[in-house]
Nanobody, 119 residues
Framework: QVQLVESGGGLVQAGGSLRLSCAASGRTFSNYHMGWYRQAPGKDREFVAAIGRDGASTYYADSVKARFTISRDNAKNTVYLQMNSLKPEDTAVYYC????????????WGQGTQVTVSS
């Protein structure tokens, strides 16, 4: 099992920045692809960003490209999401995800952290 704990959410004005962190424990962190998803009230959970095991590959939803940056520190078992130029539509609960499918499929989620962007 992998345990994921997000932190760094909060209330910020439009145009501001936040950095989310997700600390992982339980298994070898570098074996897992990591991602961030978000869910706004009344909407489905949606993909935000993902990063490969060694951090060399990153992927972003079109809505956050050029504003958000995902990174990871395998020595600290932590993945980050730097969010700049925040917009009210970025308001959501942000969830950390860890997955691997090269062996038996594994898919883990954190409990989420609230991000609220005021206009």
């Amino acid at each position: 099992q992998v345990q994921l704990v997000e932190s760094g959410g909060g209330l910020v004005q439009a145009g501001g920045s936040l950095r989310l962190s997700c600390a992982a424990s339980g298994r070898t962190f570098s074996n897992y692809h990591m991602g961030w998803y978000r869910q706004a009230p009344g909407k489905d959970r949606e993909f935000v960003a993902a990063i490969g095991r060694d951090g060399a590959s990153t992927y972003y939803a079109d809505s956050v490209k050029a504003r958000f940056t995902i990174s990871r520190d395998n020595a600290k078992n932590t993945v980050y999401l730097q969010m700049n130029s925040l917009k009210p539509e970025d308001t959501a609960v942000y969830y950390c995800n860890a997955n691997r499918f090269d062996t038996a499929p594994e898919d883990y989620w954190g409990q989420g952290t609230q991000v609220t962007v005021s206009s």
